[in-house]
């Protein structure tokens, strides 16, 4: 809008805040200061009116991208030894059980609580599917560590 008016452009840059992109221009103060108050506000808010413009666009392309970080299942780091999962040797990321889509360990924990124990399921994942008969509550195994010992020691 400066250039419209005839107004010289000392500097120009771009940034980021946060991260939405953010851009500015620095008129000729003096020669804008000899236009009219209307030609001012024009170059002015032409300047405001872009940053929202390039902030909503940033944003709406980052709401639109924000489906590629959603999760597609539960991954695991090992099977416990004696229990169903390791019998059928699980292996995969977890998407599904029986009528369940498994996202997050959240569905994985209200799916089994419905289900119950000694019940045969299907458990579906990114390696095949695996039919297994679910198990009672985890007896928690106790390992104590350097650390604890030297903290239990004093």
Do not use: C
Not at 14 to 28: N, T
Not at 82 to 102: C, K, R, T
Request: no cysteine; charged share 15%; hydrophobic share 45%.
């Amino acid at each position: 809008m400066a250039a419209m008016e005839k107004v010289k452009i000392k500097s120009m840059g771009w940034g980021l805040f946060i991260i939405i992109p953010l851009a500015f221009v620095e008129p000729d103060e003096k020669q804008l200061g000899k236009k009219p108050a209307w030609s001012q506000l024009r170059v002015f808010a032409s300047g405001s009116f872009a940053n929202f413009m390039l902030a909503g666009l940033s944003l709406l392309l980052i709401a639109s991208m924000s489906g590629m970080f959603y999760s597609s299942g539960v991954t695991y780091r090992g099977l416990m030894e004696g229990y169903p999962a390791e019998g059928v040797n699980l292996s995969g990321i977890i998407v599904g059980i029986n009528d369940y889509e498994i996202r997050s360990i959240y569905d994985l924990r209200s799916a089994l609580s419905e289900i119950g124990e000694n019940q045969s399921i299907t458990i579906t994942t990114s390696e095949g599917e695996f039919v297994l008969t679910t198990a009672g509550d985890i007896e928690p195994v106790f390992k104590p560590s350097l650390y604890f010992v030297f903290l239990a020691g004093h």
